[in-house]
């Protein structure tokens, strides 16, 4: 799959700026109602579904340092309000890398405090984030506390038994065998006695998980 190269950053660069603009008011009341939120990178083309078959260059330069800063504005934001709730919240940034277009800021609280706690494996032996990487933003990076998961995409061994065609089938195959290649988990799990099926964690990068 080909990768599709950006162009255009500085209209990008404005996108940042609403998107920014239009997330970093926490809507305290949907927060209770619902007792968890979150807010994404939705910033064109990050954020769109390809129709065709390329994958999209993740942001780098100006452009990602834009949107990490507007990642950290919500948290700085968000916790104001949220320290003014007088209750136990969760609120982290979920960094991801390299995919760091997935990153985001998430919230929860009430029945929810604790919904995230297992949302990404840790390793026993864990990666420090490297705040070098980060450029002009090091500063504003150090004052998180970090702690390292995995950022993995979860299948199982059925996934070739969805395709009808015995060219689909075996292509799926195919690709399964050469996707278990790369480092991976293994969850074994059974939906009856007689079909068992096992689920994998393919890692395909690092995640940390920050708050102050």
């Not at 277009?101 to 919230?107: A, D, E, F, L």
Request: hydrophobic residues 35%.
């Amino acid at each position: 799959m080909k990768k599709k190269k950006i162009r255009g950053h500085k209209r990008r660069w404005k996108a940042i700026d609403k998107w920014l603009a239009a997330n970093k008011h926490l809507d305290v009341d949907y927060l209770k109602k619902h007792q968890r939120t979150y807010v994404k990178l939705r910033i064109h083309p990050w954020s769109g579904i390809s129709l065709i078959n390329s994958k999209k260059s993740e942001p780098t330069g100006q452009t990602k340092s834009k949107m990490l800063a507007g990642l950290i504005e919500i948290y700085d934001a968000w916790k104001l309000k949220l320290d003014q709730l007088d209750q136990n919240y969760y609120l982290k940034i979920w960094l991801f890398e390299p995919r760091f277009s997935n990153s985001q800021v998430v919230v929860a609280i009430g029945d929810y405090l604790n919904f995230y706690d297992d949302t990404f494996f840790k390793p026993n032996v864990s990666k420090s984030l490297v705040i070098e990487s980060y450029g002009p933003l090091q500063s504003e990076v150090m004052q998180f506390n970090w702690e390292n998961g995995y950022d993995e995409d979860f299948f199982d061994n059925t996934i070739a038994d969805h395709y009808a065609s015995v060219t689909d089938y075996e292509a799926a195959k195919k690709w399964l065998n050469k996707t278990l290649q790369k480092p991976h988990r293994v969850i074994n799990f059974s939906e009856s006695e007689t079909n068992p099926v096992e689920s994998y964690a393919v890692k395909a990068g690092e995640v940390w998980i920050g708050d102050k």
